[in-house]
């Protein structure tokens, strides 16, 4: 391996930080996929009406105002499609 190419780099912070954000990326969706399956499984029905049809995961803490809870179990909540529109203009509206 070639020293001279190893140690050139004309931006030494902004290609590898670019790079570690797009594998943080892939990491969290890769997670997110697999929490959101796992949250579906414990809780297989709507938490505000009980129904098992369009179900989507919520997260109780929006993930724009609380990035650190949006692959936390405890910040999840099983809801249908209606319920999810309805919790989520409750949140906009605080
Ligand atoms: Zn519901």
Redesign the pocket.
């Known amino acids: 391996m070639p020293d001279k190419i190893k140690t050139f780099n004309p931006f030494p912070h902004a290609t590898p930080s670019h790079q570690r954000r797009e594998d943080m990326q892939w990491y969290h969706l890769a997670r997110w996929r697999r929490l959101r399956n796992w949250k579906l499984r414990l809780n297989p029905?709507?938490?505000?009406?009980?129904?098992h049809e369009d179900?989507h995961v919520h997260h109780i803490k929006p993930r724009k105002q609380f990035p650190e809870l949006a692959l936390q179990l405890e910040n999840l909540k099983t809801?249908?499609?209606?319920?999810?529109g309805?919790e989520e203009s409750s949140v906009t509206k605080l």
């Open positions: 029905t709507c938490q505000r009406c009980g129904t179900l809801l249908c499609r209606k319920c999810h309805i």
